[in-house]
């Protein structure tokens, strides 16, 4: 790990950080030991107050990274909001808060809220009321209370963006910059990104002071252990293929990307008629549908998660057994993504791609040169996986 470009030890206990025994007691009911090395890097300068700017990849511990100081920094007597997390998507959203929540168990009088479209607004209304000293939210939610004067911004000392370029990426720029405008007595801002884009870079410049910049490699002991196979087979023999590897690899919670939203609803239904328990997830999709679909799949009561690359996007789901691209993705950081969601948590993951077209097999050939990952080359024929000599 990379802290103002200089190389740092990564391993340290959460008992050696000066934690208060509150933050120590959730952490250990948790059966955390040792932090992450994004843990490490962030912690401190939060702590102190810094601006920090962050790379990691996913499922590194980053809510851990700014959730610990956060809490720590929030007064239980207090009655105003004190931090604010913006994240781009609902589910994101709601695991942040999740994440919050357990670590202000042992820390009585600390109140989260999450504010995301898709639910009644008056609903969140009413537990603003409540004054909760930390908010979570999608920009577009929050700017909808900030113009109803529901939410007070004013007293906010720290502001994290989370996943900050894939918010950029889906068109929340005007909004950040404008609640970021909103806020006149910030102390600190975190922005924590897979990613460092341009958008990420030009927020940096205009709205942090010498931020502590820490990167995290996904190299050796962080890097996912994820076996990725890119398979041959026949358009219309995907969906048999796919049913087959479930069950050969006995695997119990897999997640099945698409590049369309069609696409989703169209696989999930035809495992189904294979006897396959499938829904899927995506934009189009009622988020009450969405919350119930999620639940079930965490709950295990659904083996196949079917997903765009957008409504997948910061999902936080430990034990996914295996990644299947149905669709090879159109970006080289879409497949990362992708097959980041199996492999969390120090578990072994699987991930397989599909590729039927010349089209699909050009673009696996970029994402392999691009990411130089080690993808096992393998031809679906006549029923029986075979395997292949050269990787293309």
Request: overall charge negative; charged content about 30%.
């Amino acid at each position: 790990m990379e802290v103002n470009g200089e190389l740092v030890n990564e391993r340290q206990d959460y008992k050696d950080m000066g934690l208060s025994p509150a933050i120590l007691r959730a952490v250990e009911q948790k059966g955390y030991v040792t932090a992450t090395p994004i843990q490490v890097g962030a912690i401190p300068p939060f702590m102190a107050w810094k601006d920090v700017i962050a790379k990691a990849p996913t499922g590194t511990g980053k809510t851990f990274a700014f959730g610990i100081p956060m809490v720590e920094h929030t007064d239980p007597a207090g009655e105003a909001v004190t931090s604010l997390v913006l994240a781009p998507t609902r589910e994101l959203a709601l695991q942040i808060q999740d994440e919050l929540r357990d670590l202000c168990a042992f820390k009585e009088g600390v109140r989260t809220v999450c504010l995301y479209g898709g639910a009644p607004i008056e609903k969140q209304i009413q537990t603003l009321k409540k004054n909760p000293q930390i908010v979570v939210a999608t920009p577009g939610r929050l700017m909808d209370h900030m113009k109803r004067r529901t939410v007070r911004l004013d007293k906010v000392e720290t502001v994290v963006l989370d996943e900050a370029d894939r918010m950029l990426d889906m068109g929340f720029i005007r909004d950040v910059t404008r609640i970021l405008d909103a806020i006149p007595h910030r102390r600190n801002l975190g922005m924590f990104s897979a990613t460092i884009s341009r958008e990420v870079l030009d927020i940096s410049w205009v709205y942090q002071r010498d931020p502590v910049e820490i990167t995290v490699q996904p190299v050796a002991e962080n890097k996912p252990d994820i076996q990725q196979y890119r398979i041959q087979v026949d358009r219309g023999e995907k969906v048999e293929l796919t049913a087959k590897l479930l069950d050969a690899g006995g695997y119990e919670r897999a997640i099945a990307f698409c590049n369309t939203k069609n696409m989703t609803d169209r696989l999930a239904s035809l495992l189904r008629m294979a006897g396959v328990q499938a829904d899927a997830i995506h934009g189009d999709i009622q988020q009450r549908v969405r919350e119930k679909v999620l639940t079930q799949f965490r709950e295990g009561k659904l083996r196949v998660l079917v997903a765009t690359d957008v409504a997948a996007r910061g999902l936080d789901i430990d034990d996914v057994d295996v990644v299947f691209n149905y669709d090879v993705p159109d970006e080289n950081e879409y497949y990362v993504h992708r097959i980041g969601r199996t492999g969390r948590a120090k578990r072994h993951g699987v991930a397989y791609t599909l590729v039927s077209t010349v089209t699909e097999a050009l673009k696996m050939d970029e994402i392999q040169r691009g990411t130089r990952n080690t993808v096992l080359p393998l031809k679906y024929e006549n029923g029986v996986l075979l395997e292949v000599e050269d990787n293309p």
